[in-house]
């Protein structure tokens, strides 16, 4: 048992809870998303004490050096003093310059950020509405070719954020940005190296800017992208991407659906079934893996399964915020 001290309280810590869920078990009001050290929503520093290695694992050098750190993966082993972080120092506040809505529930927004955001093609960002609600967004635009940030939100049923852009965001709008964060992104070097990308749904966002920043640097490997959806119609990147395709000798695009009647001219059956399927051998492949969260957990080991070195592996798996009385298994 240790003791978490926050805001001038003391709080027991049982062995094998995390200083998020002890906080929120004692009421304190606490940003948190995924709750799996992937959204970074719910950052915080810690001034006294020492936090586990795996809950700075993935945030900037500098930031680690300030002592922040996710509470949502930090089972403390010692007594802690943490604090929340002045937002300031995190958000910037960004306006909304255009939305694309792309039928049936995806749209896709262009945010110009108030001081310029210094990120790599595919990394996320958290995007914060106005009355404090948070949620993670992958980035589709490229640094070096685009003025504006683009995003590609799916409207969930009953989703608080998402239904909120899709419905009611409007260009003039504004938004904060936290981040950006991630590590799965294009890195130059070797260029010969074959890469395969693999998305389902707005999965395809970051994979989009991945690849675009790969061939804008000279990679000359071969660059397979495969996007899956359930019916056709979620397939909302297809035309730019067989554009892209034609114009670079070395891009593939797969588009693949997985249900519905209508399936003509489209590879039949799951992104990642196909993509491993067709490529059996992956042995020094560079993988991105976005989206869905069980595809891109299952994934990554068959990735590793046919070859792939883990240090090749990179991924944003799409973790939704459990607001269900039963935790998803
Ligand atoms: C690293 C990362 C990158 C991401 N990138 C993208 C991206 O580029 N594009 C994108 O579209 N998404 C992305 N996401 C997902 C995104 O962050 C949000 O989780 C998503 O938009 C849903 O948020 P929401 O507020 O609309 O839904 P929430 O309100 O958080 O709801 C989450 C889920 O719970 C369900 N739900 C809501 N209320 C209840 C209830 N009372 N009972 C049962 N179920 C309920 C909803 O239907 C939904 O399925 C990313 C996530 C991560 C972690
Ligand atoms: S990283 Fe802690 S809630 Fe997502």
Redesign the pocket.
Known sequence: MSIVEYDNQAFLCDEGKTV?DVLLENGQDIP????????????MRVIEGQVSADSQAGLRETLVAQGHF????CQPGADLKVARIDEQDLFSPAVVLDIDYLPPDVCRIYLQPATPLYYRAGQFVNLRREDGLVRSYSLASVPSQDQRLEFHVKKFDRGQMSSWIVDDLKPGHHMSVQGPFGNCYYRPGRAEQNMLLIGTGTGLAPLIGIARDALASGHRGQIWLYHGSRLVDGLYGDDPLRVMEQSHGNFHYVACVSGGTDRHGFRSGRADDLAFDDRTDLQDWRIFLCGYAKMVYGAKTRAGDAGANSTNIYSDPY?LKDLRRQPRS
């Open positions: 998020l948190y998303s995924c709750k799996m050290g992937v959204c970074v929503a719910c950052v996710l509470p949502c993966v973790e």
